[in-house]
Every structure is written in C-alpha cells, then in structure tokens.
C-alpha cells in the first residue's frame, strides 16, 4: 500500500514531467474509484495550466487556476508519465493528457484511490481539514506530540498513527520509529515522559527521510514504457521479521495485534 514516502516520491517523480504543463483532456475509463470521479472535473481541467504540485498526508494535490484536482493513491495507485502513447490496460482508469505529448496515467486495480475536485481552499475540503500535521514539519515536534498525549490511555503505536494526531505515520513506519525509539508499542500514550516523545519524533521522522531517499533511487521507473512504478524494498528492522532475531540484540522479534494491526516489537530493546 502506498505510504506518505511513495507518495512524496511519487510527487517528486511526476513533478518535472507535469508541472507548467496545460491540460489538454481527461479521459476516464472507470469513475467508480472510492468515491466517484465528478462529473464536472473534465471541463474543471481543461484547459488550465498546472501551477503546483504538492502533497498533504498521502494527497497528491494538483493546483490549477479555479481549484485543485486531489488525488489519492488508496490502495494499490500509482501514477505514471507516458511519453509515447501506450494503449490502456484494464486497471489504466484515467488519463490527464498534457501539453507536449506527456500523459499522466492512473493505474488501480483495487480501485481504492479517488480523483476529486475542490474549488475552495483545499485545507477546508472534509477529507483534509482534520488532518494532523506533516510529520517531516516544524509543526510536528516534542512539546506538540507530548502535549497531545494527555491523558490518553490507548496505546501509543495506535496514537501515532491517528491521523489527527500526524498525518502519514503508516503501520510499517510506525513498527519502524516504535523500534529505533526503544518503546514498547502497547504502552500507553498518556504514560510516556516529555524527552522519550522527543526521540519518538525524531525517530518518526528519519524513518520517513530514509525511506523516501530510498525512493529516490526509484524515480526513473515513474517514466516508463511498461508496468507500473515499483515501490521501493526498505531495510526494515521489525516489520515483517516475526520470530527473526532481533538486528540489535538477537532476541526473537515478536508479533502481536494491537488497534487491529500487525505489530512487531523486541521484547528486550522496546520497553
Ligand atoms: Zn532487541
């Protein structure tokens, strides 16, 4: 599943292809995504220039003049730049047509994503406006997550991956930064002092950078004759590892389902 790194890295990729560009049209094969492509978004784009591409969470935000076209990868996304026309698969749903001859093609086949339209500002759409901070911001720091941390009692690998609390902080992530941090990923929110949530940031933090240097590599595959983009293989220390020894210590990495996820800890290094 796409997390905010191959998003970020997905932005990164299409970047340079896409922007400045004018949309020529928009040809959608399949509108029942998560949520069905509006019908208006084809006269919404054509015809505009795109002015920015960024990202908020795992939205990819394009801005044109009138609103912003916000795209989500769900699932199984991805979004690739076409320089030659290629005929569409059965999981290819839409095409943006650019000007130059660059296609900017979706791809889905569980059809989780979403291709949306707001005109007003793009913070205030529902699907953004309670959304936490970036974790890679200023904003997302020390005294802001211990702060919110009050008196919570759910666990605090749950806590941070709530996305009112920080936006982007997936399960794999959330196993990854809970490890680098040395904190159990059961104990509660509520109980952790003030200086271990400063290594949580800053763990949280430079799981995200690494993983999305890693994704760096990966960027000539978003400008491709054939498939779709790859999503880079991370070094991950206990995600996944069950039973493993551990990297640190050697003591079997365990598993366990917290918040109705797969979450994996080593009992010696995590407390
Ligand atoms: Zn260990």
Redesign the pocket.
């Known amino acids: 599943m796409p997390e905010l790194p191959e998003v970020e890295t997905t932005r990164r990729g299409i970047e340079p292809h896409i922007l400045g560009k004018t949309i020529q049209r928009l040809e959608i094969r399949q509108p029942r995504l998560r949520w069905p492509i509006p019908r208006q978004l084809n006269t919404c784009l054509t015809g505009k220039r795109i002015q920015d591409i960024s990202r908020r969470g795992k939205y990819l935000l394009i801005t044109v003049k009138g609103g912003t076209l916000i795209i989500h990868l769900g699932m199984s996304g991805s979004l690739r730049i076409l320089k030659h026309h290629q005929a569409a698969g059965p999981h290819d749903h839409v095409d943006l047509w650019l000007s130059g001859g660059t296609l900017l093609r979706f791809t889905d086949p569980r059809r989780f994503g979403a291709w949306l339209w707001t005109s007003g500002p793009v913070d205030d759409h529902p699907l953004l406006s309670s959304l936490g901070p970036e974790p890679l911001s200023d904003d997302f720091n020390t005294e802001y997550l211990h702060l919110s941390a009050q008196k919570r009692k759910v666990a605090v690998k749950p806590f941070i991956m709530n996305s009112h609390i920080v936006v982007g902080v997936g399960n794999i992530y959330a196993n990854e930064a809970l490890f680098r941090a040395g904190i159990h990923p059961a104990r509660s929110a509520g109980r952790i002092s003030r200086q271990r949530y400063g290594v949580i940031v800053t763990s949280i933090k430079s799981v995200l950078l690494v993983a999305i240097d890693h994704g760096g590599t990966t960027l000539r595959d978003f400008v491709s004759g054939e498939g779709s983009p790859g999503y880079f293989k991370q070094n991950l220390l206990t995600y996944g590892r069950t039973d493993a020894p551990?990297?640190?210590?050697?003591?079997p990495i365990r598993e366990i389902r917290l918040g109705q996820r797969s979450t994996f800890y080593?009992?010696?290094?995590?407390h």
């Open positions: 551990c990297k640190n210590c050697g003591a080593c009992g010696r290094c995590q």
